[in-house]
């Protein structure tokens, strides 16, 4: 059974920092990333990792945020800096199984970023 599972939101101020983690396993993964879905708008991806480790970031994040992963323990971490209010939103992890190209989503972690 596959299970993606987050950790690390959180309330931060404006300029700071936080570090999203998700631990997926039951199977073998090949792109693994992270979207995120503001109230009243719709998900949107936010950064996407190969397992090659080739990235791909949303512009309004580019500088700011880093994607990274460990192959070996199935994990795909967000590091978040310069945080600003406009980045508040839950975030989701995303993996597609190699076998069968299937999607799965973790259950969301709240950002919010808020003096």
């Known amino acids: 059974q596959v299970q993606l599972v987050e950790s690390g939101g959180g309330l931060v101020q404006p300029g700071g920092s936080l570090r999203l983690s998700c631990a997926a396993s039951g199977s073998f993964f090949g792109r693994m990333g992270w979207y995120r879905q503001a109230p009243g708008k719709q998900r949107e991806l936010v950064a996407t990792?190969?397992?090659?480790?080739?990235?791909n970031y949303a512009d309004s994040v580019k500088g700011r945020f880093t994607i990274s992963r460990d192959n070996a323990k199935n994990t795909v971490d967000l590091q978040m800096t310069s945080l600003k209010p406009e980045d508040t939103a839950v975030y989701y992890c995303?993996?597609?199984?190699?076998?069968?190209?299937?999607?799965?989503w973790g259950q969301g972690t709240q950002v919010t970023v808020s003096s």
């Open positions: 995303h993996a597609r199984r190699i076998a069968g190209d299937l999607d799965y």
């Open positions: 990792i190969t397992r090659d480790r080739s990235t």
